[in-house]
């Protein structure tokens, strides 16, 4: 098979990740009701409906998932996501959780980060730690410093560093609390702590208003901007694999145009979807001051959203499916390509200049491809949307 211009250049874009990738042996496994019991070297992704760890990892894991169990050692770095995260077992390295509700039951040893509903943590020995949850309780103290924004939060055990609290609600200390260094905190009222409490640097109270100071505003909008980009990422990763799932033959016949016809047509196909994209606002604009017009310029302003949506999750899909012909000669569309692939093109996205510029060639690219499909489909004639039609 003869690839295309396209091909070349995303292969050639992509090879320091995929260098990386093969020096690191990555495994991916995705299942409704994902079970691992075994074990594999390198880097290891998951997702599923539902995740059961039990055999440990000896590199990174990462999870995303609605029920994440983890039973099993994590000699590196974890980053789960999904509506419940449960560890049961140790994270040597750092841990990142987003989740619904969160359960630490072993230690941690390098930082730890977690967005959540709720936080509970009942062995901790974390090098530090940031949550921000409505309702958090550390049941075992901390390594290090601890930063928590939310609503209720309980603390008990040793806490190696300083604490600070932003709460909203009630926040309260344990019986034989320690806190080694200070403990600054802001809340409605003050903070319910028991007489065997001990804390080394003092205790600290802000009486927190209604309206944020400015410093908390800039906090809760970083946080926010987060959250935002961290939904709006995995929204990507599922659309793609739905759309590669559901639709296989229509992302195999985009990537037979790209991969399999001649430069001359990839060049012309990527033109044409540049012109969509830079022409369609002007046409728009024209159509919008005639009042006759204006109809017709809502329908056109929907149908270019949608296809700029569409163009840019086909452009994830194009990734996988040029990664799954190339490595694993699997011509054939599964559900997977769409979401590794959206993986990838997140991250190559973060190159300055030559990602975003990989991300615009294949976007216009797939809307000039999409174009061209939905004419012929509406016009149908003797060629199949497969042949050279440029």
């Known amino acids: 098979m003869k690839y295309s211009f396209l091909f070349t250049l995303a292969i050639t874009l992509l090879t320091p990740v995929l260098a990386l990738a093969a020096e690191a042996t990555p495994s991916f496994s995705a299942d409704q009701n994902l079970f691992v019991a075994s074990s594999t070297p390198g880097n290891r992704y998951l997702a599923g409906g539902t995740i059961t760890i039990t055999a440990p990892s000896s590199s990174d894991l990462s999870a995303f998932a609605g ?39 072993a230690p941690i040893g390098g930082d730890l980060v977690a967005f959540g509903g709720s936080v509970d943590a009942s062995v901790m020995g974390a090098h530090s730690a940031f949550i921000v949850a409505a309702n958090t309780t550390l049941s075992a103290g901390a390594g290090g410093p601890v930063v928590i924004y939310g609503n209720n939060v309980a603390l008990n055990g040793e806490f190696s560093g300083d604490v600070r609290v932003v709460a909203l609600g009630r926040i309260t200390l344990g019986d034989n609390t320690h806190i080694r260094g200070t403990f600054s905190y802001e809340a409605p009222e003050e903070a319910t702590i028991s007489s065997s409490a001990i804390i080394d640097g003092g205790a600290h109270y802000t009486g927190s208003s209604y309206l944020p100071s400015t410093k908390e505003a800039r906090a809760l909008a970083f946080v926010s901007v987060g959250v935002f980009l961290i939904v709006k990422i995995l929204s990507a990763l599922i659309l793609a694999g739905l759309l590669a799932g559901l639709f296989p033959r229509l992302s195999q016949t985009i990537a037979l145009r790209a991969f399999s016809s001649s430069t001359r047509s990839v060049f012309l196909t990527i033109l044409l979807g540049f012109a969509l994209l830079v022409a369609t606002p002007a046409l728009l604009l024209l159509l919008a001051v005639t009042f006759v017009g204006i ?21 994830g899909i194009l990734v996988g499916v040029a990664l799954a012909w190339r490595f694993e000669h699997r011509k054939t569309v599964l559900w997977r390509d769409g979401l590794f692939g959206m993986f990838i093109l997140a991250l190559v996205s973060l190159i300055p200049f030559v990602g975003i510029t990989l991300v615009l060639l294949l976007t216009t690219f797939s809307m000039g491809a999409l174009a061209l499909l939905f004419f012929h489909t509406a016009f149908p004639h003797t060629e199949s949307p497969e042949d050279d039609l440029l």
Do not use: M, N, T
């Open 67 to 105: 029920s994440i169990v983890s039973g099993a050692l994590i000699a590196e770095d974890a980053l789960f996501a999904g509506g419940v995260v449960d560890v049961r077992a140790p994270v040597h390295g750092d841990f990142r959780a987003f989740g619904g509700r969160i359960e630490i039951k």
């Open 295 to 315: 109809g017709l310029a809502v329908l056109l302003a929907i149908a270019y959203g949608l296809l700029i949506g569409l163009s840019l999750v086909y452009a």
